[in-house]
């Protein structure tokens, strides 16, 4: 109860000061122009291809959230600790855990709101030329919104023990990685390349696997996608950014605010 | 009942890329009564805000440990009845005064409407009833310190932790806090504050402890730490002729003419008595008269001079 009160205190006071500091307003700007910009190339160039229709906006969409999340993500404690705003906030009968899970979800909550916003502009546009839109590009949509969750759990997990530029290289090398865990997986399968197998095994096993989460192709080629599969890697998203943020917390616990 | 208390409470920072220690706390028992004022004192860089921080659990202590009405400091429960004011500036700039009480409001479980009316009183109290709705960004170092004042009053706290809460402010500012830390006394709350002015502490402290370089050096009721005893007496006289003053002037530590008025001062009660007699049988006015006792600042000195400070 108590928990829970603060958590949606602190993740309120996130959202606003998104809001506040104009932050909120630009990143829509700038999603829309992305989107509405990628389609008007597409069509001059390409004429209309369903397929690079869905790729681009998919992709844009996808493109935008993360860098959100990272660069939102990675200063999301920093900015508290710096300003000592977490000293008051911290000095009240609140949890450690509290206060990042709050964070966290403050971050998460606009995240939502942009995919929303994004997805609703891209969708109203294929609307618009097809008088429809097939399911797959939901489930695309769906799965981006977790890996952005996964990719905010990353930039916590890190910026809870180190600083906002070292959170980002970590981050953004796991944001890259993570999409070609299953290419690093091949190479390591490959005849010459026995020796560095544990190797590749232990990577595609341990590190995030975000290519599981980007179904993007496969619906912009309106490849099915069962329904099951679905949920499997909504859960495997999820668990992936739970156990990130339970680590996360364990380090915030021991922190010293100085 | 102590209502903060501390028992070997240390602290070492390692900083820079050798890990160098600076050892900020070493050891220190505290031991703060209910309802009384607390004055924590030391020159900078003492150790103060890191025991503030150690209390607050913003750092973990190296070593010892710290309770706040009974309960350890390590459990968040012990800041549900705690009010805390942070040195220097600690602001979401982007609320607005009212906001920012209301957040923190939030945070101690306050109900809304309770939360409200709240902050409305606590800004009146603090001075800045027209700067509510207005953004932190825009409010001056005066301002600031007033609501962030007004923050660690919003849960109705039965212990207030201020470190430095006169810093920076003008002389009206610091008796306005002098002041409310009283008023907070009257309630019946019990005040920790720190501060390098001397005469702050000295003026409105039931209890002070002074540290230095880490460690208390002194610790206990003001009366106490500087004894009843007189160490002088200054007396400023009118209506007196020069051949007089001459006379008076006769075993005066110093003595000082300034147009029509005459300082002097004595080492003891008697010489100081003489004079207030004789003055009066030549119908001359007597302006003021001060007894000297040993002041903080004294203490203070003699503690350098022992080498305390390092
Ligand atoms: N984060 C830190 N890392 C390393 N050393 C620190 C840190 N914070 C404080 N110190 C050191 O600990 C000692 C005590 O500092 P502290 O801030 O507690 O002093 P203070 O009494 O509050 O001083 P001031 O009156 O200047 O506020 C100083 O020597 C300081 O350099
Ligand atoms: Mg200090």
Redesign the interface.
């Known amino acids: 109860m108590?928990a829970l009160?603060?958590i949606k205190?602190?993740a309120m006071?996130t959202y606003?000061?998104a809001v506040?500091?104009k932050l909120l307003y630009t990143l829509l700007m700038f999603a829309g122009l992305m989107i509405a910009s990628s389609i008007v190339l597409v069509k001059i160039h390409l004429g209309y291809d369903e397929r690079i229709y869905y790729d681009v906006g998919l992709a844009a969409i996808a493109l935008f959230g993360s860098l959100i999340a990272i660069f939102v993500g990675i200063n999301l404690v920093y900015r508290e600790i710096n300003?000592?705003?977490?000293?008051?906030?911290?000095?009240?009968?609140?949890?450690r855990w509290e206060f990042l899970i709050g964070k966290y979800l403050g971050l998460v909550g606009l995240l939502a709101l942009e995919i929303v916003l994004m997805s609703a502009l891209f969708l109203a546009v294929v609307w618009f030329q097809k008088g429809t839109f097939p399911a797959e590009l939901l489930y695309a949509i769906v799965l981006i919104f977790v890996e952005l969750v996964l990719l905010t759990a990353i930039a916590i997990f890190f910026s809870s023990f180190t600083t906002p530029y070292l959170a980002g290289m970590f981050t953004v090398s796991l944001w890259i990685i993570g999409h070609l865990l299953a290419d690093i997986r091949e190479f390591g399968n490959l005849p010459d390349s026995e020796a560095i197998r544990p190797l590749t095994e232990a990577l595609y096993w341990g590190l995030p696997n975000l290519d599981r989460l980007d179904i993007k192709g496969l619906a912009a080629d309106g490849i099915p996608i069962t329904l099951k599969d679905l949920w499997m890697n909504i859960a495997y998203g999820l668990s992936y950014a739970s156990l990130l943020l339970f680590s996360a917390t364990q380090l915030f616990r021991?922190r010293?605010?100085? | 009942m102590a209502i903060i208390r501390t028992e070997g409470l240390s602290k070492v920072f390692r900083t820079g890329f050798t890990m160098k220690k600076v050892e900020a706390v070493k050891g220190v028992d505290l031991k703060v009564d209910a309802g009384e004022i607390y004055g924590f004192i030391g020159p900078n860089g003492a150790g103060k805000t890191s025991t503030i921080k150690m209390l607050t659990g913003l750092i973990l202590p190296t070593a010892g440990e710290a309770w706040i009405q009974d309960i350890p400091v390590s459990d968040p429960k012990c800041r549900a009845h705690l009010g805390f004011l942070p040195e220097g500036t600690f602001f979401h700039e982007y609320l607005t005064g009212r906001e920012f009480l209301d957040f923190h409001g939030q945070l101690l479980g306050i109900d809304k409407a309770t939360r409200q009316k709240r902050a409305g009183e606590l800004l009146e109290r603090v001075g800045i009833p027209h700067a509510g709705d207005m953004r932190i960004r825009s409010y001056s170092k005066g301002m600031r310190q007033r609501v962030g004042l007004a923050q660690a009053l919003i849960a109705d706290p039965e212990v207030v932790i201020l470190d430095e809460p006169m810093s920076g402010l003008d002389p009206l500012g610091r008796k306005d806090v002098r002041d409310l830390i009283l008023s907070l006394r009257d309630e019946g709350k019990t005040v920790f504050f720190s501060s390098h002015i001397l005469g702050d502490a000295e003026v409105i402290c039931d209890q002070v402890a002074i540290i230095v370089n880490g460690n208390i050096v002194h610790q206990g009721y003001i009366d106490d730490l500087l004894g009843q005893e007189v160490s002088g007496v200054e007396l400023v006289l009118e209506g007196i002729d020069a051949p007089l003053f001459e006379e008076l002037k006769v075993g005066a530590t110093r003595a000082i003419t300034q147009g029509p008025r005459f300082l002097l001062e004595f080492e003891d009660e008697a010489s100081a008595q003489r004079v207030l007699e004789r003055t009066l049988e030549a119908k001359g006015h007597v302006r003021s008269l001060v007894p000297r006792r040993r002041s903080l600042e004294d203490l203070f000195v003699e503690e350098a001079k022992k080498g305390n400070y390092a």
Do not use: G, H, Q
Not at chain 1, 83 to 95: C, G
């Open positions: 108590r009160r603060n205190a602190v006071n606003r000061e506040r500091e300003s000592k705003t977490i000293y008051t906030m911290l000095a009240k009968p609140m949890r021991v010293d605010f100085r």
